[in-house]
């Protein structure tokens, strides 16, 4: 799931001679609500569609699915799934718990989420999270490399009851049931068919909160479901999501008392938010990787030889100086493509990047000269400018980069105003060098940090990589039924990386976050995001 997408919301800026974005105390969004900042989603807040930071926060408030990753540990546990049977990895039975309904009353059934999983699958919906249907069987009819649809549903479902369906994958994957908590698996109700522009403007949902009303660009106000028939029931009235373009400026209306949360501390803040806010500061180790991304379909950096000049840059950079100095310790330097959080047994090996990920300006200088030098004799990193914090780093970056090189102007960054057009230019294929990328995991499996943004046409895949072999592993890894040899195969795929370096692991990053006097009991999950229905009032 990429970063988070932050639009604007100029409200106060005349009066407070800020570029402010929310205006007036806590207690505006109303009796217990919380205000929290947050950024406009890239895409609607359909399930299947939503794949950034900011659309899932949306998600996880509006609804459940058949498992839900703790908050906590972060282990996929049933919730609207009673059972999910199989005896051979391949073949699942799915039994839902009776009860269940979306918030417009309508009963929450087996057909909510076949019909949910088709919709997303079709290629004709153009759903951005298609390809996390890919292991059903049938999606190669549904979801073609080319041309058009030769069905509309995926064949290997079939409806038994009202609370019962079945699956078949086109190979096995005992780790599949894990990867049911997340948004692209959630059960749409029927008026997201009947009336689709209508759900799109006020999303209907069955997790604990619903959507009151949506500004775009301005303010998401979600209140609480009173007839939820969950048990992780929200603590408070509602959650109203303000948009910023700054998170300066969020940090700013937190310490004024204009707003209750934040969850991204910005990096010019962090030498001085423990003593700005004690107790209410969160800095916890999360499941996001940040690194960067080369446009491999361009020659200059993806051809033959070139990767000894992606391997050379990421030994010209200080991960340990720049994650001291400008993040104050909230990053580690990262020596995979994956996170710590998932500890060994999600698939997590300190070390599978090797040499090319430790601090070496002279083997930096001998690789980049040897794979034919910089594109030009230069180099820009690409990184979207609408908030306070990727400059800093960047800066740095670049600075690493050219002291390691001894050139003044060999890296240089080249920001894009808003990340709506960062997201346009990588998504046509317009970068001319490498380009700043985070990726925050759907669910704590290893596959998730590799698949997704490393196999050929993955979803996620902004640099277009592809290596035969390192699908090829990806693929027996997923058939493993053991889960100690999936993941030593994912990591023999990781091994790949390491010698064609399609990406530069930068650091892991930790969540981050503040909050007022006027809530408590707040924390992040494992993947950085306020568990907002936890959250209390004071």
């Known amino acids: 799931m990429r970063g988070a997408t932050l639009a604007k919301w100029a409200v106060c800026a005349a009066a407070t001679g800020l570029t402010a974005t929310a205006c007036g105390g806590g207690g505006a969004a109303g009796a217990g609500v919380v205000s929290a900042s947050w950024g406009d989603p890239q895409n609607p807040l359909e399930p299947a569609n939503t794949n950034e930071v900011q659309g899932g926060k949306v998600l996880e408030m509006l609804f459940r699915g058949l498992k839900r990753y703790n908050p906590k540990t972060g282990a996929a546990e049933n919730v609207i799934a009673d059972r999910i049977e199989t005896t051979d990895s391949q073949h699942f039975t799915v039994t839902l718990k009776d009860g269940w309904s979306f918030s417009n009353g ?16 079709l290629l004709t919906n153009k759903q951005k999270n298609a390809p996390f249907f890919q292991y059903i069987d049938g999606f190669a009819k549904v979801h073609p490399e080319s041309g058009t649809p030769k069905a509309k549903t995926l064949s290997g479902m079939a409806v038994k009851d009202a ?6 994958l086109n190979q096995k994957f005992s780790s599949w049931p894990d990867t049911l908590g997340y948004t692209a698996f959630m059960p749409l109700p029927h008026s997201f068919y009947t009336d689709h522009s209508g759900w799109l403007r006020k999303p209907v949902g069955n997790g604990p909160y619903r959507v009151d009303s ?21 603590r408070n009235a509602g959650i109203d999501l303000r948009v910023y373009t700054d998170n300066n400026t969020a940090y700013t209306d937190l310490q004024a008392g204009n707003l209750d949360l934040v969850d991204d501390v910005p990096a010019a803040q962090l030498k001085s938010v423990k003593s700005d806010l004690g107790d209410r500061y969160i800095n916890q180790p999360a499941g996001i990787i940040q690194t960067l991304t080369f446009p491999m379909y361009d020659k200059a950096w993806g051809g033959p030889g070139k990767d000894k000049v992606r391997r050379g840059l990421s030994m010209a950079i200080d991960r340990n100086q720049i994650t001291r100095e400008i993040f104050q310790r909230t990053r580690t330097p990262a020596t995979d493509w994956t996170s710590p959080v998932l500890g060994a047994d999600g698939g997590y090996k300190a070390g599978l990047c090797g040499e090319a990920c430790v601090f070496n300006p002279g083997r930096a200088r001998q690789l980049i000269k040897e794979g034919g030098g910089l594109p030009g004799g230069r180099m820009t990193v690409t990184y979207n400018a609408d908030t306070g914090s990727h400059k800093d780093w960047i800066d740095a970056l670049c600075n690493s980069i050219n002291t390691s090189l001894g050139s003044d102007n060999a890296c240089t960054g080249a920001p894009v105003g808003t990340f709506g057009d960062f997201r346009n230019k990588i998504a046509a294929k317009r970068m001319g060098g490498p380009f700043r990328a985070g990726w925050q995991m759907d669910y704590p499996l290893i596959q998730n940090f590799l698949q997704p943004l490393y196999y050929t046409n993955g979803s996620a895949n902004d640099g277009k990589f592809s290596n035969h072999g390192f699908d090829a592993l990806v693929d027996k890894a997923n058939a493993q039924t053991d ?4 993941v030593a195969t994912f990591q ?6 390491a010698a064609q ?22 924390s992040l999950n494992p993947f950085s995001v306020p568990v907002y229905n936890e959250i209390k009032v004071n």
């Open 163 to 168: 609370r019962t369906f079945t699956v078949t």
């Open 501 to 522: 370096m399609p990406s530069i692991p930068l650091w892991y990053q930790n969540g981050s976050g503040g909050y007022s006097e006027r809530i408590s009991n707040v």
């Open 106 to 121: 309508e009963k929450v059934t087996a057909h909510s989420f076949v019909d949910a999983w088709n919709y997303g699958a």
């Open 492 to 497: 023999d795929a990781e091994k790949v990386l």
């Open 214 to 234: 949506y500004e775009k660009g301005s303010v998401l106000r979600m209140r609480k479901w009173g007839k939820y028939p969950g048990s992780d029931r929200a």
């Open 483 to 486: 889960t100690g040899r999936a």
